[in-house]
């Protein structure tokens, strides 16, 4: 069975650091791009990062950039996300999500297994 | 940064009756293979996303046929030609044409 689990979220207080995971199991990592997508509470989508499905392109949504640090082990069939200096607004539920092909631009579109999320709360 | 406009915000909607949606993007969405990189997505309530459409007009692996996408220029409409209550949720679209890849706020579509 197709799977993700995210997992690493948490209560922070602003400017401290967390590191989200996403476990896959079901088919082979290393062959799919994968990203993370967050939603603020009672607000809508937000894409936060993506990354190939060889580790050697990243990429981040303007409002992370130079703050989050997304990175795959193929080896241990997981994708993470390295959180710093955090904010109030990047409260939200962190979903990680894969990509139909190992890169973003190569072919099909779209997101087509997501897990459940993780929550992470920063305290003002 | 591609911005994407969802409307209406509400829908609400017969079972039985058909519903559409639209999304405009910014900018255009074709890629130079020809394809417009635009997805639909489905957040029902309490769950995680689920594709819906891929390439503005391609359901996604699963999908009911009654869900349709379409594409004139840079405005894509959803559609849905006869609604189940399993269709509530809020509808998202998503331009992956150019990084950051950008959603559009969502419409909420619930029974009337």
């Known amino acids: 069975e197709v799977q993700l689990l995210e997992s690493g979220g948490d209560l922070v207080q602003q400017g401290e650091s967390l590191r989200l995971s996403c476990a896959v199991s079901g088919f082979t990592f290393s062959a799919f791009a994968m990203s993370w997508v967050r939603q603020a509470p009672g607000k809508g989508l937000e894409w936060v990062s993506g990354?190939?499905?060889?580790?050697?392109?990243?990429y981040y949504a303007e409002s992370v950039e130079g703050r989050f640090t997304i990175s795959r082990d193929n080896a241990k069939n997981t994708l993470f996300l390295q959180m710093t200096s955090l904010r109030a607004e990047d409260t939200a539920v962190y979903y990680c999500?894969?990509?139909?092909?190992?890169?973003?631009?190569?072919?099909?579109?779209?997101?087509?297994?997501w897990g459940q999320g993780t929550m992470v709360t920063v305290s003002s | 940064d591609i911005v994407m406009t969802q409307s209406p915000l509400s829908l609400p909607v017969i079972p039985g009756e058909p519903a559409s949606m639209s999304c405009r993007s910014s900018?255009?969405?074709?890629?130079?293979?020809?394809?417009?990189?635009l997805d639909w997505y489905l957040q029902k309530p309490g769950q995680s996303p689920q594709l819906l459409v891929y390439l503005g007009s391609n359901r996604a692996s699963g999908v009911p046929d009654r869900f349709s996408g379409s594409i004139s220029g840079t405005n894509f409409t959803l559609k849905i030609s006869r609604v189940e209550a399993e269709d509530v949720g809020l509808y998202y679209c998503m331009q992956v044409l150019h990084s950051p890849f950008t959603f559009g706020g969502g419409t909420k579509v619930e029974i009337k």
């Open positions: 990354i190939a499905g060889s580790g050697d392109y990243s």
């Open positions: 999500a894969k990509w139909r092909e190992i890169d973003f631009w190569s072919g099909l579109t779209g997101f087509d297994i």
């Open positions: 900018q255009h969405l074709m890629h130079t293979n020809g394809y417009n990189y």
